[in-house]
């Protein structure tokens, strides 16, 4: 079975910094796509960033030059540092591979 785990997440003060992990298992981790994503409460789910197996990366414009993803294949593991929070930065945050989503981990940003 897939899974996604996520982990990181926590509280900060504007203009601080977090690094969100995801171990996938289940799946050929190297031979895939993953991607992050987030909701704000009250809000829909909004696509942040996508790293291709070849390591090419992909922002949303919301996110661009402040958060970068980057994988570990030897550890199944895909990473999102993200710097420069914002308090609209405050969701669930959560690690996509196709139509499987992990459990998410909260981000506070106040």
């Known amino acids: 079975d897939v899974q996604l785990v996520e982990s990181g997440g926590g509280s900060v003060q504007p203009g601080g910094s977090l690094k969100l992990s995801c171990v996938a298992s289940g799946f050929t981790f190297s031979k895939n796509d993953m991607n992050w994503a987030r909701q704000a409460p009250g809000k829909r789910r909004e696509w942040l960033s996508t790293?291709?197996?070849?390591?090419?990366?992909f922002y949303a414009d919301s996110v661009k030059g402040r958060f970068t993803v980057s994988r570990d294949n030897a550890k199944s593991t895909v990473y999102l540092q993200m710097n420069s929070l914002k308090s609209e930065d405050t969701a669930v945050y959560y690690c996509?591979?196709?139509?499987?989503w992990g459990q998410g981990t909260q981000v506070t940003v106040s």
């Open positions: 790293i291709r197996t070849d390591s090419a990366t």
């Open positions: 996509v591979y196709t139509y499987y």
